[in-house]
């Protein structure tokens, strides 16, 4: 993904709403800036269907209530976590969303833009279970489902020609108590629930010879920075990751930039010294950047300095390293073509 952008499509929350549809003359526009475009979904999805096409649920009330302590990162505060996760389901659960409805809305895209640009890179996802950390890994072959699903609700033309791989949908590797993360165990996906997900979908992904991507945010205060550090230099999981630098969505993290740019140039995720985390790179996996605006841009003259520090921190790798533009709703997107289009040129 050299030149990608971020299309929101299907649910925008919990309450049964959905993002934009771009018309047939908006999607001949965004054609115009790229021909990459990955579907994301943003909500937790809980009912799935296996491969013989019965549906299922992965999380209910009663799998947290059986949860145990040793599955959490410090046991000290399982009763807190559970609690927590409780609290996330009781909004999410009622929702009832199928995957099947993503799906559907990524094919009926998929098609139209194909129906414009023949030679479109198109990228699906897989969902994220956002917050249930120390569950992620029940999730791990509903998502491999998903992909098949992806797979047989693709005309055979798209899926052969148009379909360059699948994005992992969660941003980071959370830990601090709620997952163990044993640094030198990366054959073991560092026996975090969230690795081994990644690793299930990877191998699923894989054995279709299509390509996985990431794109997990960096902060270089947070432990999760670490981990992905991990993943990323010591293990093939992934053939791109897009690194987040949030920088446009907060101020503080002035150090992010430059950490990614230094990501980039030396194709290993590196620490705020410049170090190579975990030591050294073997892994295949290349490094790019991603990209960040939304409608602030448009209200804020701070907004605006800290998007061209963007453009001015990663310019010199436009179309050179993986590339994903973030520009929130697909409304955003639309208005922002024009910047991306001078970006990309």
Same mark, same amino acid.
């Given at each position: 993904?050299?030149?990608?952008?971020?299309?929101?499509?299907?649910?925008?929350?919990?309450?049964?709403?959905?993002?934009?549809?771009?018309?047939?003359?908006?999607?001949?526009?965004?054609?115009?800036?790229?021909?990459?475009?990955?579907?994301? /979904? #943003?909500?937790?999805?809980?009912?799935?269907?296996?491969?013989?096409?019965?549906?299922?649920?992965?999380?209910? !009330?009663?799998? #947290?209530?059986?949860?145990?302590?040793d599955m959490v990162g410090d046991p000290n505060r399982f009763e807190i976590i559970k609690g927590e996760y409780h609290a996330t389901a009781d909004h999410r659960l009622p929702a009832n969303y199928h995957v099947k409805d993503y799906v559907a809305d990524a094919v009926s895209l998929a098609k139209?833009? =194909?129906?414009?640009?023949?030679?479109?890179?198109?990228?699906?996802?897989?969902?994220?279970?956002?917050?249930? !950390?120390?569950?992620?890994?029940?999730?791990? %072959? @509903?998502?491999?489902?998903?992909?098949?699903?992806?797979?047989?609700?693709?005309?055979?033309?798209i899926w052969n020609n148009n379909l360059q791989g699948i994005y992992y949908a969660g941003e980071d590797i959370v830990t601090s108590g709620y997952t163990r993360f044993d640094n030198g165990a990366p054959k073991e996906n560092f026996n975090n629930p969230i690795v081994y997900s990644m690793r =299930?979908?990877?191998?699923?992904?894989?054995?279709?010879?299509?390509?996985?991507?990431?794109?997990? +945010?960096?902060?270089?205060?947070? %432990?999760?920075?670490?981990?992905?550090?991990?993943?990323?230099?010591?293990?093939?999981?992934?053939? +791109?990751?897009?690194? *987040?630098?949030?920088?446009?969505?907060?101020?503080?993290?002035?150090?992010?930039?430059?950490?990614?740019?230094?990501?980039? &140039?030396? *194709? @290993? =995720?590196?620490?705020?010294?410049?170090?190579?985390?975990?030591?050294?790179?073997?892994?295949?996996?290349? #490094?790019?950047?991603?990209?960040?605006?939304?409608?602030?841009?448009?209200?804020?003259?701070?907004?605006?300095?800290?998007?061209?520090?963007?453009?001015?921190?990663?310019?010199?790798?436009?179309?050179?390293? /993986?590339? @994903?533009?973030?520009?929130?709703? %697909?409304?955003?997107?639309?208005?922002? @073509?024009?910047?991306?289009?001078?970006?990309? &040129?």
């Amino acid at each position: 993904m050299k030149k990608g952008v971020l299309l929101y499509t299907c649910y925008n929350g919990y309450n049964n709403t959905k993002y934009h549809t771009p018309t047939d003359a908006e999607l001949e526009k965004l054609l115009t800036v790229t021909d990459e475009i990955l579907f994301i /979904p #943003i909500t937790t999805y809980n009912r799935f269907t296996d491969k013989d096409g019965n549906d299922y649920e992965v999380l209910s !009330h009663e799998i #947290i209530d059986n949860m145990t302590a040793d599955m959490v990162g410090d046991p000290n505060r399982f009763e807190i976590i559970k609690g927590e996760y409780h609290a996330t389901a009781d909004h999410r659960l009622p929702a009832n969303y199928h995957v099947k409805d993503y799906v559907a809305d990524a094919v009926s895209l998929a098609k139209r833009i =194909v129906a414009i640009n023949g030679k479109a890179k198109l990228w699906f996802s897989v969902p994220s279970a956002e917050n249930f !950390h120390a569950l992620t890994h029940l999730f791990a %072959p @509903a998502w491999a489902d998903t992909v098949d699903m992806i797979k047989n609700a693709l005309p055979e033309e798209i899926w052969n020609n148009n379909l360059q791989g699948i994005y992992y949908a969660g941003e980071d590797i959370v830990t601090s108590g709620y997952t163990r993360f044993d640094n030198g165990a990366p054959k073991e996906n560092f026996n975090n629930p969230i690795v081994y997900s990644m690793r =299930v979908v990877s191998d699923k992904v894989h054995s279709y010879g299509k390509k996985m991507l990431w794109i997990p +945010y960096y902060h270089e205060a947070a %432990p999760s920075s670490k981990n992905l550090g991990h993943v990323v230099n010591l293990t093939d999981i992934f053939d +791109y990751v897009i690194i *987040q630098p949030s920088f446009f969505f907060n101020p503080a993290r002035t150090e992010e930039i430059g950490i990614v740019s230094e990501c980039v &140039e030396k *194709q @290993a =995720v590196v620490d705020i010294k410049g170090n190579i985390i975990g030591g050294k790179k073997t892994s295949r996996t290349e #490094i790019g950047f991603e990209m960040e605006i939304d409608h602030q841009f448009y209200e804020s003259d701070a907004y605006v300095e800290r998007y061209y520090a963007y453009e001015k921190g990663f310019g010199s790798f436009v179309g050179v390293r /993986p590339t @994903a533009y973030y520009a929130g709703t %697909p409304q955003t997107l639309l208005k922002s @073509a024009d910047i991306i289009s001078r970006f990309f &040129e």
